[in-house]
């Protein structure tokens, strides 16, 4: 158990952040000790969302409020990242913290006059959407929202038009700086997506691998990459432990890298 995870060095967050996905991969969603090792992780690499944030301070938004915006990018890479991937999650996670901070900057100004209500209304929306996207899996209706904000299903549709208000802000706007660095564009600070998400993002490349998988393992591939689902909601559909999901789900990658990579590997 650590005490204090805030306080890892990131050079050790690395490695006891291999440990911990591990781990992770081996726990039941819901659980108590699940949720302790997915909250250490979160805590252990903050740092990483602190740097990325700390790029961006010159915008003038409160570094707080840009740290907890990229916050929900590292919870998003932290569900999302398998160990089988044979990444570094550091690696991963970039991706997902610059780009909600990212969208944080792109709304960020208003294109009309809204009623200061409908913006507050349009924040709330946000982070409702979030919540309950990570919680379900999948994208909320507008009932589930109303519930959960507390509003008319109208009121909800009327923040959702309040957001087409907002106006973008260009990826060639000018970024101040440090001395050292002088000054750079938005498009300069992005992070790269690592090129070996592609092994199972792109299925257009897989295309021809995954058809030559099993009924069962494309259902699970189609679950877990297109609808996102986690592995507990994927054990539920298909009548398995989560345990054995985590297992089928890292044997399938293992495949389809091995006959991305390797074509001759039947």
């Known amino acids: 158990m650590i005490e204090e995870p805030t306080r890892v060095r990131p050079e050790d967050a690395r490695e006891l952040s291999r440990q911990f996905f591990d781990r992770l991969a081996?726990?039941?969603?819901?659980?108590?000790?699940?949720?302790?090792?997915?909250n250490t992780l979160i805590e252990m690499n903050l740092s990483l969302v602190r740097y990325a944030a700390s790029r961006f301070r010159a915008r003038g938004d409160s570094l707080e409020d840009i740290v907890q915006v990229g916050t929900i990018g590292l919870i998003?890479?932290?569900?999302?990242?398998?160990v089988s991937r044979e990444v570094e999650f550091t690696?991963?996670?970039?991706p997902y913290v610059?780009?909600?901070?990212?969208?944080f900057f792109r709304d960020t100004s208003w294109a009309v006059h809204v009623p200061r209500r409908l913006q507050e209304a349009r924040a709330e929306l946000a982070r409702a959407t979030e919540e309950l996207s990570s919680r379900l899996g999948r994208t909320p209706t507008t009932r589930e929202l109303a519930q959960l904000m507390s509003l008319s299903e109208d009121e909800?549709?009327?923040?959702?038009?309040?957001?087409?208000?907002?106006?973008?802000?260009?990826?060639d706007a000018a970024v101040t700086g440090d001395a050292e660095n002088g000054e750079s564009v938005l498009?300069?600070?992005?992070?790269?997506?690592?090129?070996?998400?592609e092994l199972v993002e792109d299925f257009h490349?897989?295309?021809?691998?995954?058809?030559?998988?099993?009924?069962?393992?494309r259902r699970i591939i189609h679950l877990r990459f297109v609808e996102e689902l986690t592995q507990a909601q994927i054990a539920d559909r298909i009548g398995v432990s989560q345990m054995h999901v985590s297992r089928l789900i890292s044997r399938i990658i293992k495949q389809l890298r091995a006959g991305l990579l390797e074509p001759e590997v039947a």
């Open 98 to 103: 610059v780009g909600e901070i990212k969208r």
């Open 156 to 171: 909800v549709i009327e923040a959702r038009k309040a957001a087409n208000c907002y106006q973008s802000t260009s990826l």
């Open 187 to 197: 498009a300069d600070l992005l992070g790269a997506e690592d090129p070996s998400l």
């Open 26 to 38: 081996m726990l039941e969603e819901g659980t108590h000790e699940h949720q302790y090792v997915r």
């Open 205 to 217: 490349s897989l295309a021809p691998l995954i058809a030559g998988l099993d009924d069962r393992e």
């Open 76 to 82: 998003k890479a932290i569900d999302r990242f398998e």
């Open 91 to 94: 690696t991963f996670a970039v």
